[in-house]
């Protein structure tokens, strides 16, 4: 993990968001959190980083998200040599919504 983010503050934001229980008390606290473009820029790094994970290439992220190549290639480089977040949170989505894993 990355110590420059290891504070109270953070912290605090991540047991915050461990609360909550139903999409909709999603909906509710991000907006509260965050602007609308803050909230679209996190959805579509995370959509970004799940068709990188399916081997989609860039040119066709582009199509589809709207994403910058720069943004593409930052995202990339946390699937390839980040701490895994990406990782796990796919895996845990898969096995929630039934799909067999590679592993």
């Known amino acids: 993990m990355n110590q ?14 461990l609360m909550l229980e139903t999409v909709e008390e999603c909906y ?3 907006e509260d959190l965050c602007t609308v473009p803050e909230l679209k820029a996190l959805a579509q790094r995370l959509e970004v980083a799940k068709m990188l994970s399916e081997g989609k290439v860039y040119s066709a992220i ?28 796919f895996e ?8 067999a894993s590679d592993e």
Request: charged share 25%.
């Open 4 to 17: 420059k983010l290891r504070e109270l503050h953070v912290e605090t934001l991540f047991q915050a968001v």
């Open 28 to 30: 509710n606290f991000f």
């Open 62 to 89: 582009v199509q589809e998200t709207g994403a910058s190549t720069a943004t593409i290639s930052r995202v990339n480089r946390s699937l390839h040599y980040g701490c895994d977040g990406y990782k796990v949170l």
């Open 92 to 99: 845990r989505m898969d096995r929630a919504n039934g799909v």
